[in-house]
């Protein structure tokens, strides 16, 4: 299953509500995970099961959506939240998408 | 603790073979899989392949032919081994955990980086 995300690079400022988006080729039944990867890091999971937050991650954080649309929103953007952003399939198989930068501007 | 930790070479020649060990801790292997995914630099992530809790393996289709995955459960070890290596297989490698019950990778390790060149 194709994941594509959007945008690729997404620039704003400290406090902004941001909106980053993924697409699935077909209906993933909202298993679909998100996961934050700073420079030299793993990937680290935030949300999973579409809408649920993993245990330790700031409430700033939410996921939402269904069916083939899924949104990560980050409420008031922290300069520790710089970092790359991608979504994850696991409804048939495991597949990612191409990753969002979110950097401030 | 959950940990994961891969280790192996960090130069490989072209067409040889790639070993790597995801050595795991605070988790056992029968009741908890773990998968392996790659991540060219500056690239998004690839999901390679899966050690099942019960002993089995799954493994990417592009991959299939060049891929194998083993495990060694009193040393709680998952091992990766790929043939042929060539440039394009320049990349971090991770290994990740999977519950029995879900789909989602809670813990990763802190990958390794592996080069291949002559």
């Known amino acids: 299953i194709q994941m594509t995300q959007s945008p690729s690079l997404l620039s704003a400022s400290v406090g902004d509500r941001v909106t980053l988006s993924c697409k699935a080729g077909?209906?993933?039944?909202?298993?679909l995970a998100w996961y934050q990867q700073k420079l030299g890091e793993a990937p680290k999971l935030l949300i999973y099961?579409?809408?649920s937050l993993q245990t330790g991650i700031p409430s700033r954080f939410s996921g939402s959506g269904s069916g083939t649309d899924y949104t990560l929103t980050i409420s008031s953007l922290q300069p520790e939240d710089v970092a790359t952003y991608f979504c994850?399939?696991?409804?048939?198989?495991?597949?990612f998408g191409g990753g969002t930068k979110l950097e401030l501007k | 603790q959950v940990q994961l930790m891969e280790s192996g070479p960090g130069l490989v020649q072209p067409s040889e073979t790639l070993s790597l060990t995801c050595t795991v801790s605070?988790?056992?292997?029968?009741?908890?899989?773990v998968h392996w995914v790659r991540q060219p630099p500056g690239k998004g992530l690839e999901w390679m392949g899966v050690?099942?809790?019960?002993?089995?393996?799954d493994y990417n289709s592009a991959l299939k032919s060049r891929l194998s995955i083993s495990r060694d459960t009193s040393k709680n070890q998952v091992f990766l081994k790929m043939n042929s290596l060539q440039s394009e297989d320049t990349t971090t490698y991770y290994c990740?955990?999977?519950?029995?019950?879900?789909?989602?990778?809670?813990?990763w390790g802190q990958g390794v980086m592996v080069t291949v060149s002559s």
């Open positions: 990740a955990r999977v519950s029995n019950w879900e789909g989602f990778f809670d813990y």
């Open positions: 605070g988790f056992s292997l029968t009741s908890y899989n």
């Open positions: 050690m099942w809790s019960g002993g089995s393996t």
């Open positions: 077909q209906n993933i039944n909202n298993y």
């Open positions: 099961n579409a809408n």
């Open positions: 994850q399939q696991y409804n048939s198989w495991w597949t």
